[in-house]
T-cell receptor, first 115, second 116 residues
Framework: AQSVSQHNHHVILSEAASLELGCNYS??????LFWYVQYPGQHLQLLLK??????LVKGIKGFEAEFIKSKFSFNLRKPSVQWSDTAEYFC?????????????FGTGTKLQVIP | DAGVTQSPTHLIKTRGQQVTLRCSPK?????VSWYQQALGQGPQFIFQ???????QRGNFPDRFSGHQFPNYSSELNVNALLLGDSALYLC???????????????FGPGTRLTVT
């Protein structure tokens, strides 16, 4: 079974600082990877996804993530954070095999951006 | 365009009771997944419904059951409630077709269940 680790539980940054949130997964085969975000008082929403092709994936609001297969990682990055990026971020993985496979989420990282 | 809606918003139940949670998918979506999110944890997959059948199930006991109706709405039922069932229950909808669309899940606001 697959699993996801997010080692940073709570990150505090000043505006304009660069962001990198770690995500490592455990699974022996090929995977699909996701980052979800939950802004305060809002629903969980998809930020970006990787299925195949270019391992550098660009998402909404200037976020990007890089899939490094050899490191089983899918870290989320943003060059310059804004106060509005304050949210909880979840990494998720699913096996890339036939049929629907369940999505496994990490425990989340709370990002607090200080103006 | 209505997104995913869930009812009720909050619910308080006693151990041993039964509860039913409801979900209406986003317009145009016909696949519904249910997740349990305990405090401080990420969502955990319970099961998914498509064409009124349970298509995939996570590691949850048989006390957790579901149903999907012809209009694609869905219910999550939990019997014999335990204190540990206290959590936020999330519903997500998607549409089949290409794999990428299937995994583009739209989440509802959740139902906060408290078991006392």
């Amino acid at each position: 079974a697959q699993s996801v680790s997010q080692h940073n539980h709570h990150v505090i940054l000043s505006e304009a600082a660069s962001l990198e949130l770690g995500c490592n997964y455990s699974y022996g085969g090929t995977v699909n990877l996701f980052w979800y975000v939950q802004y305060p008082g809002q629903h969980l929403q998809l930020l970006l996804k990787y299925f195949s092709g270019d391992p550098l994936v660009k998402g909404i609001k200037g976020f990007e993530a890089e899939f490094i297969k050899s490191k089983f990682s899918f870290n989320l990055r943003k060059p310059s954070v804004q106060w509005s990026d304050t949210a909880e971020y979840f990494c998720a993985v699913t096996p890339n095999s036939g049929g629907y496979q369940k999505v496994t989420f990490g425990t989340g990282t709370k990002l607090q951006v200080i103006p | 365009d209505a997104g995913v809606t869930q009812s009720p918003t909050h619910l308080i139940k006693t151990r041993g009771q039964q509860v039913t949670l409801r979900c209406s998918p986003k317009s145009g979506h016909d696949t519904v997944s249910w997740y349990q999110q305990a405090l401080g944890q990420g969502p955990q997959f319970i099961f998914q419904y498509y064409e009124e059948e349970e298509r995939q199930r996570g590691n949850f006991p048989d006390r957790f059951s579901g149903h999907q109706f012809p209009n694609y709405s869905s219910e999550l039922n939990v019997n014999a409630l335990l204190l540990g069932d206290s959590a936020l229950y999330l519903c997500a909808s998607s549409t089949p077709g290409k794999r990428e669309r299937l995994y583009e899940q739209y989440f509802g606001p959740g139902t906060r269940l408290t078991v006392t």
